[in-house]
């Protein structure tokens, strides 16, 4: 008899290399930054450029939407370089600009490696300015923080 497994959510259901909302549920991972870099992936709208990230330890990769770049850049600096090596914190969300309204994303919800909040502003365009607070996270997460689904096998590397 084969193995199975129970999931929590549609993301689970469909992995692959990328980590999804669904893959964090309500944990909130620190992540060291392994690497940063631009790639070209097939999407909705064809082949499109995408800055991708990838953690030290882990097997999924992030696809970096602009609100998260410019999170990072609030935190540590507009010189990518600079981003190797710092920690930050992810969580699933559907408030800060989803791609889908009511559609869960991934956000960087702060850092241990910044000293105090960091307030971020941007204008999109043709929509209305984003203020959100980028929280100083004290340590790196607990066990508890954990998203059981981040480290599965990558699956399909053309997903």
């Known amino acids: 008899m084969s193995e199975q497994f129970h999931v929590d959510s549609f993301d689970q259901l469909y992995p692959g ?19 940063v870099w631009l790639e070209d992936l097939e999407g909705e709208r064809g082949v499109e450029r995408k800055v991708i990230m990838s953690f030290v330890g882990r097997q999924k990769r992030l696809v970096l ?9 609030a935190m540590f600096g507009p010189d990518v370089k600079q981003w190797i090596g710092k920690r930050v ?16 994303c991934i956000r960087i919800y702060g850092s241990p ?7 971020v502003e941007w204008k999109p365009a ?6 959100w607070v980028l929280q100083w996270t004290g ?20 997903e």
């Open 139 to 158: 340590t790196a997460s607990t066990p508890d923080d954990e998203a059981p689904f981040f480290d599965d096998d990558p699956g399909d590397p053309g």
């Open 89 to 104: 914190v992810l969580y699933a969300t559907s408030d800060l600009m989803p791609i889908r309204r009511g559609e869960p």
């Open 17 to 35: 290399r990328f980590v999804k909302a669904g893959d964090l549920g309500t944990a909130k991972p620190t992540v060291e930054i392994e690497d």
């Open 113 to 119: 490696d910044i000293k105090s909040e960091c307030k």
């Open 126 to 131: 043709q929509r209305k300015k984003l203020t």
């Open 65 to 73: 939407a602009k609100i998260n770049g410019m999170s990072m850049r």
